[in-house]
C-alpha cells in the first residue's frame, strides 16, 4: 500500500514522539509471524506499558534522528518491529523475550538503552531489571531493615527483665 506524504509525516512524528520519551528501545525480525501471532505480540506490549509498531525502515530512521535511540539507524534493515520501553527501561525487552521463547519466528536484533547499541545477546540483562515498583519495594525493605532491628533489639532488653524475674521467682517458690 503506498503512503502520501502526509501518511509518511504523521507516522514520523508519532513515532519520533514516541522516541523522545522512551527509556529503551528493543528490535526484532517478525519474519513469519503470523497475524495472529502479531496481535498476540501486540496485546502483550500493550499489557506491559510498551508501544510498539511495524514502520519501513527509512521511516523510523528519520523517526529515531535526534533522540537517545539514534544509534537503531544502523541495525534498521529488513522487516522491522520496533518496541519501546515507556514506563520502565526493561519492560520492552521482557515483552519481546517472553514472546520470542513461544515465537521462534521473532528474532531480536538488538536493543538500546541511554543511547548504546547492545546485541540481542544482552536482552537478558536488560529484561531482568526490575519494574518500579519491585524496585521501590527493594529501597524501602533496606531502609526499614535497620529500623526493625533496633525495635527488636528494644523489644529484647524488657523481656530478658521479665524472664530474669520470673526465674527468681520460680526459684523462690522451690525454696519455699
Known amino acids: 500500500m503506498a503512503l502520501g506524504l502526509e501518511d ?5 512524528a508519532e513515532v519520533s514522539e514516541a522516541a523522545q520519551s522512551a ?3 528493543v528490535i526484532a525480525d517478525y519474519r513469519g509471524l503470523s497475524v495472529g501471532q ?11 506499558g510498551v508501544y510498539l509498531k511495524v514502520v519501513r525502515n527509512t521511516l523510523a530512521k528519520r523517526a529515531v534522528e ?12 529488513g522487516p522491522t518491529v520496533l518496541a519501546f520501553s515507556m514506563e520502565d527501561p526493561g519492560s520492552a525487552a521482557r515483552v ?3 514472546f ?25 540483562v536488560l529484561a531482568k531489571l526490575p519494574t518500579l515498583d ?28 521479665t524472664r ?12 519455699a
Not at 509518511?8 to 514520523?12: D, G, M, P, Q
Not at 519466528?105 to 541511554?114: C, D, P, T, Y
Open 8 to 12: 509518511k509525516k504523521a507516522i514520523v
Open 23 to 25: 527509556l529503551s528501545a
Open 38 to 48: 502479531m496481535t498476540a505480540l501486540r496485546k502483550q506490549a500493550r499489557d506491559g
Open 66 to 77: 535526534g533522540t537517545e535511540l539514534q544509534c537503531l539507524q544502523e541495525v534498521l534493515v
Open 96 to 98: 519481546m523475550q517472553e
Open 100 to 124: 520470542a521463547k513461544e515465537n521462534k519466528e521473532l528474532e531480536i536484533k538488538a536493543l538500546s538503552v541511554s543511547g548504546q547499541l547492545l546485541g540481542a545477546e544482552q536482552i537478558d
Open 134 to 161: 519491585q524496585a521501590r519495594a527493594m529501597l524501602m525493605s533496606v531502609m526499614i531493615a535497620p529500623v526493625t532491628k533496633l525495635a527488636r533489639t528494644l523489644n529484647e532488653f524488657p523481656s530478658k527483665v
Open 164 to 175: 530474669a524475674v520470673a526465674a527468681v521467682a520460680d526459684e523462690k517458690k522451690k525454696a
